[in-house]
C-alpha cells in the first residue's frame, strides 16, 4: 500500500471509528516432540506479540506476513496461504493516535532464524513452549490460537 493511500485508509478508519487491518505471522518451529512459537516485543509497550503489519502492494497477504516476519524477527519459512485466524488489538499511529486493529494471522514454520534482521535493535525476541506463550501475550485471542495450534501441530506431520 502506497504511503498516501495507507494514509487515506488510516484517517478514514479514524473517522469512521472502524479497526484497520493488518497481517501478522505466527511463527512456530518443531523441538523434538515440543513446539515452540517466537514472539517479538512491540516497539512502544514492550508487550509480546507477533511479527504484524500493513498488507504489501505487490504481495499476497500471505507473503506480507512472512516479509514482516523477516523484518520484525530475523525469521524465514513455509507460510500457509490459508488465514489461520484473527487478532484483535490496538496500533499507535506515529505516536499521535490508537486505532483499532484486526490482525490477520497465517501460520508460518521457521525453517531459518538469522542474528541480523532489520529491526534487531528495535524489539526483543524469544521462543516460547505453547503454554507459557499463551501465558505471557495479552491479546485474548492470540492466547485462543495457540491453544489451537497446540491441539492442531499435536495431531499433524509438519507443514
Known sequence: MKYLQRVEALTSAVVEQRP????GALCFRRVGDDIEVLLITTRRTGR???????PMEGLNDFEAAA?????????????KKKVYGCVGCEETLQNLFTVAAVVDVYLLEVRHTRSKY????ERDRR????RQAAE???????RSLLYKLSRRLRSKKPC
Request: a positive charge; proline letters at 8%; glycine letters at 10%.
Open 20 to 23: 484497520i487491518r493488518q497481517v
Open 67 to 79: 516479509r514482516e516476519a523477516w523484518e520484525e524477527a530475523g525469521v524465514r519459512g513455509k507460510v
Open 136 to 142: 505471557v501475550v495479552t491479546e485474548p485471542e492470540l
Open 127 to 130: 521462543w516460547f513452549g505453547l
Open 118 to 121: 532489520p529491526e534487531r535493535r
Open 48 to 54: 509480546w506479540f507477533i511479527p504484524k503489519g500493513w
